[in-house]
Each structure stands twice: as C-alpha cells, then as structure tokens.
T-cell receptor, first 115, second 114 residues
Framework: DTEVTQTPKHLVMGMTNKKSLKCEQH?????MYWYKQKAKKPPELMFV???????INESVPSRFSPECPNSSLLNLHLHALQPEDSALYLC??????????????FGPGTRLTVL | AQSVSQHNHHVILSEAASLELGCNYS??????LFWYVQYPGQHLQLLLK??????LVKGIKGFEAEFIKSKFSFNLRKPSVQWSDTAEYFC????????????FGSGTRLLVRP
C-alpha cells in the first residue's frame, strides 16, 4: 500500500483565518514532505521532516508552520495567508532519505483558496 | 544549482502513436531519477524510477525510460499511447548529496486524441 491521505480536499479561507492541513501515511515511512503546486507548474518543496524533526525549510514564510506530531502524521498550520498562497498543497512521504529509499509517494493534495 | 529541463511543454498525439518525452538534468554527481504522472484531477503517481543498474527502466502502464549518463538524460518512452495516457508528466531528479530534495522539471502536458 503506497497511500498518503490528505484532509481536507478543498479549503477556502480568509486572510485572517487560522486553519490546518493534515497528512497521514501508514507505510512506516520516516520522511515526510510538504510541497506547493501552482496551476500548470511543478511541485515546489516547502518542508522536509526526517524522523519527526524538521530538516529542511525552503525559506517558507512564517505564516506557514509545519508540525510532525508523530511518524505517521504531518500538519501544516496556516495563519494570515495571502491570496497568492492559493495553490494545491501536496504531502509526500518516503521510507527514508538515503539512496534507494527515497522514492516519494504523494497524496492527493489540498486545494487551498485564500480570499 | 541542480535543474531539470523538459523540453516539450505540450505534446499532442493520436492513439497508437509512439511517445518520447525528453528530460535533461544538470548535476555532475550521482542522481536518482524519476518520472511521475498526474492524470486530470488525480494526484502525482510514480511511473518509474532509476537508482542504479540497468539504465533501461520499465515502469507501469507500458512506460519505460532510458538513463544516458553521458547526455544527462532520462527520456520517457511508450511505443503506443492510449487516450487514457492523457496527463501531465513530470521528470524529477534527486542528487544523492542532497537526499531530501526532489527537483522537478516544468512538466509536459500530453493530450492523446482518440
């Protein structure tokens, strides 16, 4: 089973709202990722967690706050977003980050609209 | 900095035509290579991957790709496309000295006409 689940599928929020995106995998993977994908563009890496610790932050604005409560869950907390943050947010996981174990499996994404 | 180039942004084919999508990367070291597909309204799915060994890699749904190290290329091929292959195809590269980062190409949008 190579399933990564994400909730919600769609989210509409105002610029003053606080919301969270959730991601879950039960493949025993120890690395999890957040990507942002704008329309007709490739995914762009935002954050990487390895063994529940943040290992990469790709200079993402602080209005995006990731959290990894345990090895199966990954959250992305959103606060004071801008309309240009509207995009598809993808979660991915991989067994590990070493050679041969770093194939990333993607979830269906959360389509976020900021009004 | 590493980069991935997909030269064909839009490809239109008729069913049963052969497909080849180009992918080139810029990085001199050891890499892992991937092709992902995104069908309309669906999530990114792994088509195939190359880590080491035989440079000709076979994936799902009849796709294959060939790693040519001297050309820094990893082109995707399928001998006979179907209407259901209509999708966006992304090449991605992972340099082994920066394991976490998967660098995606800009994608190729394939339309297969019935």
């Amino acid at each position: 089973d190579t399933e990564v689940t994400q909730t919600p599928k769609h989210l509409v929020m105002g610029m003053t709202n606080k919301k969270s995106l959730k991601c879950e995998q039960h493949m025993g993977h120890r690395a999890m990722y957040w990507y942002k994908q704008k329309a007709k563009k490739p995914p762009e890496l935002m954050f990487v967690y390895s063994y529940e610790k943040l290992s990469i932050n790709e200079s993402v604005p602080s209005r995006f706050s990731p959290e990894c409560p345990n090895s199966s869950l990954l959250n992305l907390h959103l606060h004071a977003l801008q309309p240009e943050d509207s995009a598809l947010y993808l979660c991915a996981s991989s067994q590990d980050t070493g050679p041969g174990t770093d194939t990333q499996y993607f979830g269906p994404g959360t389509r976020l609209t900021v009004l | 900095a590493q980069s991935v180039s997909q030269h064909n942004h839009h490809v239109i084919l008729s069913e049963a035509a052969s497909l080849e999508l180009g992918c080139n990367y810029s990085y001199g070291g050891t890499v892992n290579l991937f092709w992902y597909v995104q069908y309309p309204g669906q999530h990114l799915q792994l088509l195939l991957k190359y880590f080491s060994g035989d440079p000709l890699v076979k994936g799902i749904k009849g796709f294959e790709a060939e790693f040519i190290k001297s050309k820094f290329s990893f082109n995707l091929r399928k001998p006979s496309v179907q209407w259901s292959d209509t999708a966006e195809y992304f090449c991605a590269v992972n340099a082994l000295d920066s394991s976490y980062k998967l660098i995606f190409g800009s994608g190729t949008r394939l339309l297969v006409r019935p």
